[in-house]
């Protein structure tokens, strides 16, 4: 069968990228066709990545070419940006079948699939997009797919009638976090249930680089990814890293205070972890991904869906918060931790998803 996917696969963020792909493949596991829709212009990713967040209405090169003579004074931020946008379009080639909206209503598509990722979030500019809601999208039945609001506040939606109408009309809404169940059924709509992220659903790891494929430091490190660390928690780190011998590289994500940063490819996103003594994180892929890959972690929560994930697969006494002092931090994340027993309920979680997946198809909600 024919399943479309609408989600930002083409995003400047590592989690956005590896939840497509996982989605892509839960979609062939299960012996169906995957099409990723395109919902944007290519103008328009190119644009976001290199900082200009007026999507979606980025309309005209004029605009675009203002923002560019604006930036000329902090030209090496747009140098890596940019470096940035080619390094992860390299890896759009693992998406195997991209089609626009147009072409998408001309396949036939059973299922249409939205998310999972936060693309409900319509504090965005770039979520109030009608696709991402299943709006003016041809397909036999629309389902709200491991979706997410991410941390949009629960009235905002109030300004958006038409989204809320899309979200109304579709066939079942599978969420991912506690929040986005609380705020959808603020407005009188039913959650059909919770499922776990498409990068728990498939063994997402045999699509990554290996070690050996990846350029990482040679000397002991501890990797951090995270949107931001407050200055508390820089300090926490450099001095642990400091007391280790250890190197502080930020992965994809800048941060000036890091002694290195690896503008890394999705795909490589993996290795750079596995390969670093220490990880500190805030963001609900940076878990999942440590989590994978049976790291030494702590996390600092950027949001309710990062400490959702540790409940779901009992690691909450991995979490910090910015007060934490300098020996919590030291012993928290030298913890030894039990990751056979993780497996187990990721094994789990895999199972019940892949019946769900099929009563998609079988059943119906």
Known sequence: MNVGIVTVYDSSNLGSYLQALGMQEVVKKNGDTPYLIQTRSSFTTLCLYLGYNNAPSVRSVKGFVRFLVKSAFNYKDIKERYKKYKVYKNDWSKFEKIISVTNANKVGLDILLLGSDEIWNSNQPAFQNPFLYGININAERKYGYAISVGNMESSKWKEFPNLISGIKNLDGIFVRDKYTEKVIKQYDIEVSGRICDPTLQVDIRKYMKSLDEVNIPKEDYIAIYSYSVDEHSEKIIRNFARKNNLKTVAVSLP???????????????????????????????????????????????????????????????????????????????????????????????????????????????
């Open 255 to 365: 941060q000036k205070w890091c002694d290195e940063y690896i503008n890394c490819s999705p795909l490589e996103f993996g290795a750079i972890l596995s390969g670093a003594r220490y990880v500190y994180t805030s963001t609900f892929h940076g878990t999942i991904f440590s989590i994978l890959y049976h790291t030494q972690f702590v996390v600092n929560p950027f949001s309710q869906k990062v400490t959702d994930v540790l409940e779901l697969l009992g690691l909450t006494e991995f979490i910090i918060n910015s007060d934490c002092t300098e020996i919590q931090f030291d012993e928290l994340i030298k913890q030894d931790r039990c990751y056979s027993k993780v497996e187990e309920r990721i094994l789990n979680l895999r199972k019940q998803s892949g019946f769900l997946y099929q009563s998609l198809f079988n059943k119906g909600i």
